[in-house]
């Protein structure tokens, strides 16, 4: 399993765009890159999914490079509501392997 | 949530006592989770099962015991052997390529 890492916290303003960006640099070729949202004393939420290049939905927008080593998830103009932890997870569609979530980026908007 | 069931949502034990948590499914995924989340820290996997009469040790199943004798099922039984269980314990069935859906969540108190 790919392991990753995040940034620990981010900061940002209602308004803006947010990245984060995720770093996996021992992604296998069958990984999926996926990313969650999780609210305090809630379970995480999916955001979104990609394989390569770009993905967008209702959402969010999950940029990824050729290399994939590493994937950014995009948040246009946030809002204090998106002030929530941000997990990035690697894996590959095994049938309900192993799920592993890693410390997750706490984002905090402010007004 | 939406599928999922989570129950209690709180729960209090006395020390030395074993307690099950239960985690409910209608949506007939092959797949569940059991994690653990202590406060400000990321998700960490305790068991997992693909299918039933089934089920794999996560990353800290030491203390846990599962059972997977129906697919709707997976509960979770917290021993005396667990040092440690106050904590957010999250059910989560797999819907496929890296993606789960996670239940309410029982937060776990021992008094």
């Known amino acids: 399993l790919a392991k990753t890492t995040q940034p620990i916290s981010m900061d940002s303003y209602e308004g803006q765009e947010v990245n984060i960006t995720c770093s996996h640099n021992n992604i296998a070729t069958n990984d999926y890159i996926t990313w969650y949202q999780q609210f305090p004393s809630q379970g995480p939420r999916f955001i979104i999914q990609?394989?390569?290049t770009k993905v967008t939905n209702e959402v969010a927008s999950l940029f990824i490079p050729a290399d994939r080593k590493s994937s950014t998830l995009s948040l246009p103009r946030v809002s204090l509501s998106d002030t929530a932890v941000y997990y990035c997870?690697?894996?590959?569609?095994?049938?309900?392997?192993?799920?592993?979530f890693g410390q997750g980026t706490e984002l905090s908007v402010k007004p | 949530d939406g599928g999922i069931t989570q129950s209690p949502k709180y729960l209090f034990r006395k020390e030395g006592q074993n307690v099950t948590l239960s985690c409910e499914q209608n949506l007939n995924h092959d797949a569940m989770y059991w994690y653990r989340q202590d406060p400000g820290q990321g998700l960490r996997l305790i068991y997992y099962?693909?299918?039933?009469?089934?089920?794999q040790k996560g990353d800290i199943a030491e203390g846990y015991s599962v059972s997977r004798e129906k697919k709707e099922s997976f509960p979770l039984t917290v021993t005396s052997a667990q040092k440690n269980p106050t904590a957010f314990y999250l059910c989560?069935?797999?819907?496929?390529?890296?993606?789960?859906?996670f239940g309410q969540g029982t937060r776990l108190t021992v008094v």
């Open positions: 989560a069935i797999g819907q496929g390529i890296g993606e789960a859906f």
């Open positions: 099962s693909q299918i039933v009469n089934d089920f």
């Open positions: 997870l690697v894996g590959e569609d095994n049938q309900g392997g192993k799920l592993i």
């Open positions: 990609g394989y390569k």
